[in-house]
Structure formats: structure tokens, C-alpha cells
């Protein structure tokens, strides 16, 4: 037995490494659980991806500012959405977040009960292994905004996220670098999207953990290493993206989704 918290600590590190990188914090926390009877809880889930969402803000908050800034000014003079950087970034964020959360919404149920298979766990991290081998295949784009139609498409590969073992980060900068966003951008723009998204999962969990027992010292201290490990693995994977490295780990992740699957077949729950 950790206890509760050295059981914080190891949910802080496993959300704040799996969250950003391209190997699905889902389908690892889900294994954690089956594999290890490791659960903070709702109330938990809520201080982790405030932990990651609060890295996200850091890291990139030249960037998030100014989509905040020209995005707000372009509800009033539309033609900022396009004349402006932080405009288009911040069109693209609200396009894509609408088929986030249908799709998201639409398999919320059906998620809940695919978190308890290894074999649903393992598809998932087959298809993140798909998604990070086709990026690396991709052509090196030179855009800085994707179509809208294209920004659409980034929604819906990122509400497909919420399969446990398929990636948000994988799926959404893999599809950005097929349609020919330059890797730092497509780093930027997958980031960018996660904050609103993240903020309704939050709202979600929140609503549902109101009244659940709340520890607060392991808690802050869970949410305190996703943070800090959150922070560190942004801005590694930033550079990872731009060297064009992002597809090496389809190394991690194709092995583990032939475990998975296999613990699955042989160790049905």
C-alpha cells in the first residue's frame, strides 16, 4: 500500500506525462485501475486536469492570450477572424469545439463501460499507434491555419479522444500535419483546442463530484504534480513535434496495445 498520497502522487505523474503526450492519459489511468486498483475518484479527476489545464495556459500563454484578445475583439468587427492571427487561431478553436462535444456527449455512456475492458483499452491504443505512424508519414506542410472544413475535422478527432487508449494529442496534431499544418503549429492549434474541452470535462466531473468526499491535501498534491510534470512534457513535446520525432511513439504505444488486447482476450472482465 502507498497510501493516499503516494497513490496522489503516481495519478499526478501517470496524468501529468499521458495527458499531453501522444499515448493516451484515458487509456493509462484505465489500465492503472484495472491492473492496480489505483482510483482517486471524480472529485480527484477534476483537480488532475485542472492541473493540466493550468500547464496548458502556462506554457502557451503567449499564444492563448492572443486568441483571447483578437478572438473576444472579432465578436465585435467579424473581420478580425480573419485579418488577425490570434482571430483565425481562435475560430479554428471554437469550430472544432462543436463536433468535440456532440461526439464526446454522444459516447459519454458507452465510454463508461469501455474503460473496464483491456481489449476496448487496447483498440484504442491500436488506433493511436495508426494515428502517430501516419503522422510520421505526413508531408511537411507549411500552413499556419487548417480550412475550416479541416478545423471541423480536428473536432471530431478530438471527441473520439474519449475512447479510452486512443489519444487526443495524437489524433488531433496527426490529422493538423495531414492537412498541412507546419508541426509547430499543429503542436500550438492541438493545445489550444484541449482548453475548452477540458473545461467541459471539468464542468461534467464537477457537477457529478459535488457532495463526494473531497481529501483535499492528497488532492492539491495530485493536481500539484500534474502541473509541474505537465509543464515539463509540454514543452519537450513542442520540440519533439518540430524535430518531426512525433512518431516514435507508435514504439510505446503498439507494443502496449498488443498487451492490452492480448490481457483482454485472456483476462475478460
Known amino acids: 500500500m502507498v497510501g493516499p498520497f503516494g497513490e496522489a502522487a503516481i495519478l499526478g505523474i501517470v496524468q501529468g506525462v499521458t495527458e499531453f503526450l501522444p499515448i493516451s492519459s484515458d487509456g ?50 467579424p473581420s478580425r477572424f480573419r485579418e488577425t492571427a490570434g482571430g483565425r487561431d481562435a475560430l479554428v478553436v471554437v469550430l472544432a469545439s462543436i463536433p468535440t462535444a456532440a461526439v464526446g456527449l454522444f459516447l459519454r455512456q458507452p465510454v463508461e463501460r469501455w474503460t473496464e475492458s483491456p481489449l476496448a483499452i487496447g483498440l484504442g ?89 473531497f481529501p483535499w491535501l492528497p488532492v492539491l498534491l495530485g493536481a500539484a504534480v500534474a502541473l509541474g510534470i505537465g509543464i515539463v512534457v509540454l514543452r519537450a513535446l513542442r520540440g519533439i513535434v518540430d524535430r518531426g520525432h512525433f512518431g516514435w511513439f507508435a514504439f510505446w504505444v503498439g507494443p502496449l496495445a498488443l498487451a492490452t488486447m492480448a490481457m483482454g482476450l485472456a483476462w475478460p472482465r
Open 125 to 213: 491504443f491500436l488506433g493511436t499507434t495508426a494515428a502517430l505512424v501516419l503522422a510520421h508519414f505526413s508531408l511537411h506542410g507549411e500552413r499556419e491555419q487548417p480550412t475550416l472544413g479541416g478545423a471541423l475535422l480536428l473536432g471530431v478527432a478530438q471527441g473520439l479522444a474519449v475512447l479510452p487508449g486512443l489519444s487526443r494529442s495524437g489524433s488531433t496534431i496527426a490529422v493538423a500535419l495531414w492537412l498541412g499544418v507546419r508541426p509547430r503549429r499543429a503542436f500550438e492549434l492541438s493545445m489550444l483546442m484541449s482548453v475548452p474541452a477540458i473545461l467541459g470535462a471539468i464542468g461534467l466531473e464537477a457537477r457529478l463530484a459535488l457532495g463526494s468526499p
Open 28 to 77: 493509462h489511468l484505465a489500465l492503472a485501475e484495472i491492473l492496480f486498483g489505483l482510483k482517486g475518484g471524480l472529485a480527484f479527476n477534476v483537480m488532475l486536469h485542472a492541473g493540466t489545464l493550468l500547464a496548458t495556459v502556462i506554457v502557451l500563454r503567449a499564444e492563448a492570450l492572443r486568441a483571447l484578445r483578437d478572438g473576444v475583439s472579432a465578436l465585435i468587427r
